[in-house]
């Protein structure tokens, strides 16, 4: 299924989708195009709550519309509820260099990096966020707004209405005793915070307790059915394997994503050279630059330089230009790996490690951020723990194809019960038939905590090897 336009310009406003303004030339995949992948049970759940909210209009806001998580779940989601027959817009803001480098800052601040929180950076930030106070960027029609991650944090002081219900999502890697050791981020976050009607987290983990609003964990989620994880024939895969020059006979290796300081990019490289010692194989770096992540470029260009005398290195900068060509490439690269490695060191759910689970791929990544509630030690993939650790499970993966195909079996089959759109999208409306139908406020539940996912305890999430002649668990 392809889009009328391959890549959405947003329109002056910021509208990137909105079937008010005709601007929905995204293509929507339709509930009964998911039926041979969820159980019928998960389907009637949607569409009765949907139900409950056909009056209901939201809009969604975030900072980009190209490259990373939240923007790639949006352009299946919006269309998606809309095709449920609720009104739901998606809007972006927009910023100077100096505001997104910023709002990087803070980001990574969030994430626990050791940084000062400079009062320059509240004047950057505030300068532009004021830039929308009286804006019409929400029709005052709207009644729900979904506000994605610090960068437009402070649009529900400048923009909310009476009656309207705004939510802030946090997408990214975040603790309570991050802000507790940061007391001034810790109180420009509750000066923003404060305006919102409620909060939603990945996981139970990320939860700000201080906060006084009620709280939602919610995962994140992937469209099976999207340009990026549907299945492809092997001549596409060796199309895009033949333009970047990669043979598929040599073992494969692979870490797809941003390139970012948190993804752990070192170590994965580090880990390949150990395997590269013992045998033939081969290693793919792929990714891209979100456009309000400034520090993409910076750190692309550090990896080329560093890895430019290793041919065997294929370090890929895959062009957003197209956005659905970008995603048949990330598709098709995934695809022709043998094992996926995803070993961030601060992450706040890792999509990308859902979709190598989704396409039968063994992963490695590292036990930190939400990952745990994706890899299931010896069952749906491996922690990393060291390159050398690492590198012994990356060359029991490729020695024994068949113990690697069980691990992706299993992997694939955890994220069928658990991170698929259609599913995670019943989630959040529940969510907001609370908020809204049974009038869920910050008097009535400014300290509760509502998980629409197993609230598992991470530490005891481990279990022995299926593998016992794994030398990588011994």
């Given at each position: 299924?392809?889009?009328?336009?391959?890549?959405?310009?947003?329109?002056?406003?910021?509208t990137v989708?909105?079937k008010?303004?005709?601007?929905?030339?995204?293509?929507?995949?339709?509930?009964?195009?998911y039926?041979?992948?969820l159980?019928?049970?998960?389907?009637?759940?949607l569409?009765?709550?949907s139900?409950?909210?056909?009056?209901?209009k939201?809009?969604?806001?975030?900072?980009?519309a190209?490259?990373?998580?939240?923007?790639?779940?949006?352009?299946?989601a919006?269309?998606?509820?809309?095709?449920?027959?609720?009104?739901?817009?998606?809007?972006?803001?927009s910023?100077?260099?100096?505001?997104?480098?910023c709002?990087?800052s803070?980001?990574?601040m969030?994430?626990?990096?050791?940084?000062a929180?400079q009062?320059?950076?509240?004047?950057?930030?505030?300068?532009?966020?004021?830039?929308?106070?009286?804006?019409?960027?929400?029709d005052?029609d709207?009644d729900?707004?979904?506000?994605?991650d610090?960068q437009?944090?402070?649009?529900?002081?400048?923009?909310?209405?009476?009656?309207?219900?705004?939510?802030w999502?946090?997408?990214?890697d975040?603790?309570?005793?991050?802000?507790?050791?940061?007391?001034?981020?810790?109180?420009?976050?509750?000066n923003?915070?404060?305006?919102?009607?409620a909060?939603?987290?990945?996981?139970?983990h990320?939860?700000?307790?201080?906060?006084?609003?009620?709280?939602?964990?919610?995962p994140?989620?992937i469209?099976?059915?999207?340009?990026?994880?549907r299945?492809?024939?092997?001549?596409?895969?060796?199309?895009v394997?033949?333009?970047?020059?990669?043979?598929?006979?040599?073992?494969?290796?692979a870490?797809?994503g941003?390139f970012?300081?948190w993804?752990?990019?070192?170590?994965?490289?580090?880990?390949y050279?150990?395997?590269r010692?013992?045998?033939?194989?081969?290693l793919i770096?792929?990714?891209?630059?979100?456009?309000?992540d400034?520090e993409?470029?910076?750190?692309?260009?550090?990896?080329?330089e560093?890895t430019?005398?290793?041919?065997?290195?294929?370090?890929?900068n895959?062009?957003?230009v197209?956005?659905?060509?970008?995603?048949?490439?990330v598709?098709?690269?995934?695809?022709?790996?043998?094992?996926?490695?995803?070993?961030?060191?601060?992450?706040?759910f890792g999509?990308v490690i859902?979709e190598?689970?989704?396409?039968?791929?063994?992963?490695?990544a590292?036990?930190?951020?939400?990952?745990?509630?994706?890899i299931?030690e010896g069952d749906?993939?491996?922690?990393?723990?060291?390159?050398?650790?690492a590198?012994?499970?990356?060359?029991?993966?490729?020695?024994?194809?068949?113990?690697?195909?069980v691990?992706?079996?299993?992997?694939k089959?955890?994220?069928?019960e658990?991170?698929?759109?259609?599913?995670?999208?019943?989630?959040w409306?529940m969510?907001?038939?609370?908020?809204?139908n049974?009038?869920l406020?910050?008097?009535?539940?400014?300290?509760?905590?509502?998980?629409?996912?197993?609230?598992y305890?991470?530490?005891?999430?481990?279990?022995?090897?299926i593998?016992?002649?794994?030398t990588?668990?011994?």
């Amino acid at each position: 299924m392809k889009d009328p336009l391959r890549n959405t310009t947003p329109l002056p406003d910021g509208t990137v989708y909105s079937k008010k303004r005709n601007a929905d030339s995204i293509s929507v995949t339709s509930l009964k195009e998911y039926s041979h992948i969820l159980n019928p049970r998960k389907i009637e759940r949607l569409l009765e709550v949907s139900g409950r909210l056909k009056d209901v209009k939201i809009v969604d806001i975030n900072a980009t519309a190209t490259g990373g998580g939240v923007a790639e779940m949006l352009y299946s989601a919006v269309p998606f509820i809309n095709e449920l027959g609720i009104e739901n817009d998606w809007k972006i803001i927009s910023g100077s260099q100096e505001y997104f480098e910023c709002t990087k800052s803070i980001h990574n601040m969030l994430q626990g990096m050791e940084m000062a929180f400079q009062p320059d950076m509240v004047k950057t930030y505030c300068s532009a966020m004021d830039t929308y106070s009286g804006s019409a960027l929400i029709d005052s029609d709207t009644d729900l707004v979904i506000v994605h991650d610090p960068q437009p944090a402070a649009l529900g002081y400048h923009l909310k209405k009476p009656g309207q219900t705004w939510v802030w999502r946090c997408h990214i890697d975040i603790e309570e005793e991050v802000l507790d050791g940061n007391p001034s981020l810790r109180d420009f976050m509750k000066n923003w915070l404060e305006h919102y009607d409620a909060a939603i987290f990945t996981a139970a983990h990320y939860v700000i307790t201080q906060w006084s609003l009620p709280k939602f964990i919610i995962p994140p989620f992937i469209d099976p059915l999207s340009e990026k994880n549907r299945e492809l024939s092997q001549e596409e895969i060796n199309k895009v394997l033949e333009r970047y020059g990669i043979d598929r006979r040599i073992p494969i290796i692979a870490q797809i994503g941003r390139f970012d300081p948190w993804k752990g990019l070192d170590r994965t490289i580090a880990a390949y050279r150990l395997v590269r010692k013992e045998k033939k194989c081969q290693l793919i770096l792929a990714g891209g630059f979100a456009s309000d992540d400034p520090e993409g470029e910076r750190i692309f260009t550090r990896i080329c330089e560093e890895t430019k005398d290793d041919s065997d290195i294929h370090v890929l900068n895959l062009s957003l230009v197209d956005r659905l060509a970008n995603w048949k490439e990330v598709n098709a690269l995934q695809r022709a790996a043998d094992v996926i490695i995803q070993p961030s060191t601060r992450e706040g759910f890792g999509l990308v490690i859902t979709e190598a689970l989704w396409k039968g791929k063994p992963v490695i990544a590292d036990e930190v951020g939400a990952i745990p509630l994706q890899i299931r030690e010896g069952d749906t993939g491996f922690f990393y723990r060291s390159p050398r650790e690492a590198a012994q499970t990356l060359s029991y993966l490729l020695d024994k194809p068949d113990a690697a195909k069980v691990i992706g079996e299993s992997g694939k089959q955890y994220v069928a019960e658990h991170f698929l759109m259609p599913d995670r999208i019943a989630d959040w409306l529940m969510a907001i038939d609370m908020l809204i139908n049974a009038k869920l406020d910050n008097q009535s539940c400014a300290n509760c905590i509502i998980s629409f996912h197993p609230w598992y305890k991470l530490s005891k999430r481990r279990s022995a090897s299926i593998f016992p002649g794994c030398t990588a668990n011994q």
